[in-house]
């Protein structure tokens, strides 16, 4: 089984970073960047652009790459997935924010929040944005 090529989309807005939970595995319920597999004939850039708009109803223009990762899963002592993600940051270019797609949720974390080991949880949802706002 060979590595799967994957995009994440870092979108930053008013000092704040866009999450997503995870709707399905791998990290079923988890907080992560919205992203996603690359299908076969599209750049990594188009990856990005459908993947965030899929996952939140969000329009991004990708600015630039900012990491390439090797993402594995190991369960049991064998590799259950093995990606290589690049993750680029992006601009927050139009849509409505809503979770859509394999997101069970999506929401705005302060910057306060972006290295915490914490995942975010409903109750503190950003007022500024909340779910459903135009931008």
Excluded: F
Aim: net charge negative; proline share 5%; charged share 25%.
């Amino acid at each position: 089984m060979a590595p799967l090529v994957g995009v994440g989309g870092v979108v930053v807005h008013q000092n704040r970073v866009l999450l997503v939970q995870r709707g399905n595995e791998p990290l079923l319920g988890q907080w992560s960047i919205p992203g996603g597999l690359i299908d076969v004939g599209e750049t990594l850039r188009e990856a990005v652009i459908r993947e965030v708009k899929e996952e939140t109803g969000l329009d991004v223009e990708p600015i630039e790459l900012i990491e390439l990762l090797d993402r594995i899963h190991r369960q049991d002592g064998r590799v259950r997935y093995h990606y290589v993600i690049a993750d680029y940051l992006c601009r927050v270019a139009g849509g409505t924010l809503g979770a859509a797609s394999d997101a069970a949720a999506a929401r705005w974390v302060e910057r306060a929040e972006w290295n915490s080991h914490t995942h975010p949880s409903e109750k503190d949802r950003s007022p500024a944005t909340p779910e459903g706002e135009d931008l």
